[in-house]
Every structure is written in C-alpha cells, then in structure tokens.
C-alpha cells in the first residue's frame, strides 16, 4: 500500500511506516464525494453530556449553602428586602426546617419496621411543612389587610428567608442527637416556638413599613398569632407529645445509671 505523503511503499497496515501517515485504503480512497460519510467506529465519540437535573440541583445546592451563610451572620438586614427572587431558598429552608425533627426521631428508633419511613419520617414531615405555609399564609392575610402591594410568593420567599437561622439551630440539634448529647431536645423547641413566633411580626412588619394606611402592623400580628395559635391545637397531639416524649426518653437514659 503506498503512502499518499511519501510514496513508500508498505506492506500493510493503518499507518505509514516511514513518514508516519496514516494510510488510505485503495476502495476508501473513492469514496470521498458529496455522498461520503465516514465509517461510524472511524467518527469522533462525542462526550457524555452532564445530567441536566444533577447540574440544576447542584446549582441550586451551592447558591442555598452562600445565601444560607449570608443571612445567618445578619438574617434581619438580609432578609428585609427578600422577596420572589428568593423563593427558591425560601422553599428550601422550609424544607430543612419540616424534616428535621422527623428525621432525628426516626433515626433513633431501635427498630424500623414496614411503614416506619413513611408514618415517622415522611408523613410528620409533610404536617411540619403545611404547618409553615400556613402560618406565612397568615401573614400575607395581615400585610394584605395593610393595604401592602405584594405578591404571595413574595411572602413566602421572606418568611422562608428568614427562617433560615432557626434552620441552623435545627441542624445543631440534630448533629447533638447524633452524638446523644441531652441538650437537642431543647434546642429542638427553641428553634421551633422561635420561628412560630418571631418571624411572622418580622416578616410582617419589614413589608408594612413604608404603608402607614390599613390594618396595623399590632393587630396584624394579633390576628396572626390568633391564627397560628388555632392550628397550633390541631396539630398540638403530634408536635407536643413528639417533644415531650423525647424529653422523657433522654430523661430516663440520663438518669437510668443511677
């Protein structure tokens, strides 16, 4: 086979053994008209392309973990001027918030029988977080009752911004539970009654600021807490007995050596 670069000729083979060329085949050499493709194997593998959802979720991974750091040094001046643009997070932070506690009871189950993931881990989690929603529902009520131009989603992005910190003592709660330390208990009710109580007058009073007509930002807060205090009742039988019985468990193993 002779080389087209060099004309050495060689007795076989992909490449000239003189120059180095690459050799072609005498019935390849007439198929290279406006009909001609090259071989599949002979083409260029194009390279796997990333998984678009693995990317989208990473992404929204990294810029919650930098707002999350943000709001956590200053969450009031972070959070002020939060709004749609920051649902995402907001969303997310409700998320962590309403799995937490669930998740902390389930993994200290001695035994995890059918059903357990989704009676202790799943459906409590789904009550925690319609339990949220709810309460930045009623908030939105109060600042629409203000005569305040805003959006529902704008709402929950902020209610959900703000709730960010309460998150993070969620998050040493559960590393505590972890390393079995008696304390997470109380940081478990401390995160929770603090985000119940503390971010809607917040929340409510950064957007009623600059509208001194309608509803008050006082009564607003009232209603809310009226509000709040209602479903609190429904749901008191699951949340209350689920701290209470942790209390009771650390309690007794505490004090069981002795």
């Given at each position: 086979?002779?080389?087209?670069?060099?004309?050495?000729?060689?007795?076989?083979?992909?490449?000239?053994?003189?120059?180095?060329?690459?050799?072609?085949?005498?019935?390849?050499?007439?198929?290279?008209?406006?009909g001609?493709?090259?071989?599949?194997?002979?083409?260029?593998?194009?390279?796997?392309?990333?998984?678009?959802?693995?990317?989208?979720?990473?992404?929204?991974?990294?810029?919650?973990?930098q707002?999350f750091?943000?709001?956590?040094?200053?969450?009031?001046?972070?959070?002020?001027?939060?709004?749609?643009?920051?649902?995402?997070?907001?969303?997310?932070?409700?998320?962590?918030?309403?799995?937490?506690?669930?998740?902390?009871?389930?993994?200290?189950?001695?035994?995890?029988?059918?059903?357990?993931?989704?009676?202790?881990?799943?459906?409590?989690?789904?009550?925690y977080?319609?339990?949220?929603?709810?309460?930045?529902?009623?908030?939105?009520?109060?600042?629409?009752?203000?005569?305040?131009?805003?959006?529902?989603?704008?709402?929950?992005?902020?209610?959900?911004?703000?709730?960010?910190?309460?998150?993070?003592?969620?998050?040493?709660?559960?590393?505590?539970?972890?390393?079995?330390?008696?304390?997470?208990?109380?940081l478990?009710?401390?995160?929770?009654?603090?985000?119940?109580?503390?971010?809607?007058?917040?929340?409510?009073?950064?957007?009623?600021?600059d509208?001194?007509?309608?509803?008050?930002?006082?009564?607003?807060?009232?209603?809310?807490?009226?509000?709040?205090?209602?479903?609190?009742?429904?749901?008191?039988?699951?949340?209350?007995?689920?701290?209470?019985?942790?209390?009771?468990?650390?309690?007794?193993?505490?004090?069981?050596?002795?």
């Amino acid at each position: 086979m002779k080389c087209t670069n060099c004309e050495h000729v060689n007795d076989g083979g992909n490449f000239c053994e003189n120059c180095g060329t690459r050799l072609v085949r005498a019935d390849a050499s007439h198929d290279t008209g406006p009909g001609y493709s090259t071989p599949a194997a002979a083409q260029a593998v194009p390279p796997p392309q990333p998984n678009v959802h693995v990317e989208n979720v990473k992404q929204a991974s990294s810029m919650y973990f930098q707002y999350f750091m943000k709001v956590l040094k200053k969450p009031v001046s972070e959070t002020a001027k939060a709004r749609a643009d920051q649902l995402v997070n907001g969303l997310i932070s409700i998320g962590l918030f309403s799995v937490i506690i669930p998740l902390i009871i389930y993994l200290s189950l001695d035994y995890k029988g059918d059903g357990a993931f989704y009676s202790v881990l799943v459906k409590p989690a789904f009550f925690y977080a319609l339990f949220m929603i709810l309460i930045a529902s009623y908030s939105y009520i109060s600042i629409k009752l203000g005569r305040v131009g805003v959006t529902y989603t704008d709402v929950l992005a902020r209610f959900g911004s703000m709730l960010i910190p309460f998150v993070g003592i969620f998050m040493l709660a559960f590393v505590f539970s972890l390393l079995d330390m008696f304390l997470y208990p109380l940081l478990l009710g401390l995160g929770f009654m603090g985000a119940v109580f503390i971010i809607p007058p917040l929340v409510i009073s950064s957007f009623k600021k600059d509208e001194p007509g309608g509803l008050d930002t006082l009564y607003g807060t009232l209603l809310t807490y009226i509000a709040i205090f209602l479903t609190f009742i429904a749901m008191a039988a699951m949340i209350i007995s689920t701290l209470i019985n942790m209390v009771e468990d650390k309690v007794d193993s505490f004090f069981s050596p002795f």
